[in-house]
């Protein structure tokens, strides 16, 4: 069976929408007949019809962004993601950084979204991560703002009910255009992070694309496709809201799977 959706009519916000995941996420909205606004803090070679250049970490650049609405019944706030970024020897400034972007960012957007979401009783829907649910070695900013950002989602969906409806997509290793094996860190939502991040996110085991069938009982990366369909399902109206749908094929194996299997190498 084939589950199809209509967002005729509607408009929908994507922050981080220019590639990756979030560009997957806007197709997938696009397709179902909406009217769909992408945001980056880049502008892409290719601008889509409806493009926001923005940094969604500015409050003034999120007041601007949003005043551009006369309406809006979707919001996905997609922006995220990190380079490798051990605890000892990297910046304070780095940390806060990615902070900003995967938790205050979402925050703000959602903010000064919801007059406009109310109205029409619309949703919010949030692109968490695996790496905010178990711990993060080597990105301890981004799991603890992930885990932020989970949270956060709850706290809106108590708060907004039963105007806005607020769930999160938690998302496993993710493959996009951007990395041939994805970081268990960044989970392939890197398209509100730096170049260099989503070149590190690319480095990530050695480039070894047949890791992802070992390490997921699904036996493949989640891909944006995936995250959309998610993400469709929890923006149309319904009852769910405050929940944590995973998109992660099951979760991660664990090593001892493959230590006693001798499978390990």
């Known amino acids: 069976m084939t589950v199809t959706f209509d967002y005729a009519g509607k408009a929908v916000l994507v922050t981080g929408g220019t590639r990756g995941i979030g560009a997957g996420i806007a197709a997938a909205f696009r397709a ?8 980056a803090r880049t502008r892409p070679e290719s601008v889509p019809d409806r493009f926001v250049q923005a940094d969604v ?11 551009g609405f006369d309406r809006l019944d979707v919001v996905v706030n997609n922006a995220g993601g990190s380079p490798p970024a051990p605890l000892e020897g990297t910046s304070p400034r780095l940390h806060a950084r990615v902070i900003e972007l995967n938790l205050t960012a979402p925050l703000l957007v959602s903010q000064r979204a919801y007059p406009l979401l109310a109205a029409v009783g619309g949703a919010i829907v949030m692109i968490g991560s695996a790496s905010g649910a178990r711990p993060s070695p ?25 105007l806005v409806r607020v769930n999160t997509v938690v998302v496993g290793l993710a493959a996009t255009q951007d990395a041939s094996g994805a970081s268990p860190a960044t989970t392939g939502d890197t398209s509100g992070a730096s170049p260099a991040a989503t070149r590190d996110a690319a480095d990530h085991y050695g480039g070894r694309a047949d890791l992802d069938g070992r390490a997921i009982p699904a036996g493949r990366m989640a891909t944006p496709a995936d995250v959309a369909q998610a993400c469709l399902w929890l923006a149309a109206p319904g009852y769910v809201t405050g929940a944590e749908v995973r998109v992660d094929g ?7 799977r493959h230590l006693v299997s001798g499978d390990i190498s």
């Open 32 to 39: 179902a007949g909406a009217e769909v606004t992408v945001c």
């Open 57 to 67: 970490r500015v409050p003034e650049d999120v007041d601007r962004l949003i005043s």
């Open 138 to 162: 080597g990105t301890a900013a981004y799991g603890a703002a992930k885990a932020g950002l989970h949270h956060l989602a709850r706290c809106l969906a108590a708060e907004w009910a039963p």
């Open 250 to 256: 099951g979760g991660e194996i664990p090593a001892w």
